[in-house]
């Protein structure tokens, strides 16, 4: 199987910030990664597949960039509803595996 | 708009069974792959299995082959998960998720609750 580790697992920061998550795998998956976004008690909601496309009424704020083995998203410029759990998710095999989330939080 | 509307969650003894349900709508179901994705309380996320559009090639996790089985009826527009001999760690929210032509899962389900326990 492949493992998908993300870093950091949690991370602190602010209106405005600009941050980024990193998704490594422990086996090229070429470019079949997405990243989603969860809010408590809600369903995820896909942001990037494909590791860089955007999905249609993503924000552009939000990017995401990288193939093989190292990810990683990228949000532009915070806003108040960006605090959320990210998750990315390989797609290149089965079984499909997600990373374990990072909880981005406000500084 | 896709609505996909999860139902069968409740509560089940360990070793017993259970049957999910995911009804779609707003979009030409018989058209995609459709998954299962579940979520223990306060934990990640995984996937557990899918199943092309005719219901022909189908995969699953391996901590559950053999105990669940995926299913659907296209005339129906559902998306069916058979539980069995179900266990104390298989306690989670399951989703339903289809997949875009990209592979990557678009739309998910709200949700619906499986906890096992005695």
């Known amino acids: 199987d492949i493992q998908m580790t993300q870093s950091p697992s949690t991370l602190s920061a602010s209106v405005g910030d600009r941050v980024t998550i990193t998704c490594r795998a422990s086996?090229?998956?070429?470019?079949?990664l997405a990243w989603y976004q969860q809010k408590p008690g809600k369903a995820p909601k896909v942001l990037i597949y494909?590791?860089?496309s955007l999905e249609s009424g993503v924000p552009s704020r939000f990017s995401g960039s990288g193939s093989g083995t190292e990810f990683t998203l990228t949000i532009s410029s915070l806003q108040p509803d960006d605090f959320a759990t990210y998750y990315c998710?390989?797609?290149?095999?089965?079984?499909?595996?997600f990373g374990q989330g990072t909880k981005l939080e406000i500084k | 708009e896709v609505q996909l509307v999860e139902s069968g969650g409740g509560l089940v003894q360990p070793g017993g069974s259970l049957r999910l349900s995911c009804a779609a709508s707003?979009?030409?179901?018989?058209?995609?792959?459709m998954s299962w994705v579940r979520q223990a309380p306060g934990k990640g996320l995984e996937w557990v299995a899918n199943?092309?559009?005719?219901?022909?090639?189908?995969y699953y996790v391996d901590s559950v082959k053999g105990r669940f089985t995926i299913s659907r009826d296209n005339a129906k527009k559902s998306l069916y998960l058979q539980m069995n001999s179900l266990r104390a760690d298989d306690t989670a929210v399951y989703y339903c998720?289809?997949?875009?032509?990209?592979?990557?899962?678009?739309?998910w389900g709200q949700g619906t609750l499986v906890t096992v326990s005695s």
């Open positions: 998710q390989q797609y290149n095999s089965y079984p499909y595996t």
């Open positions: 199943i092309k559009q005719d219901g022909g090639e189908k």
């Open positions: 086996q090229s998956i070429s470019g079949w």
């Open positions: 707003g979009f030409t179901f018989s058209y995609y792959w």
């Open positions: 998720a289809k997949s875009s032509t990209s592979w990557h899962f678009d739309s």
């Open positions: 494909k590791a860089s």
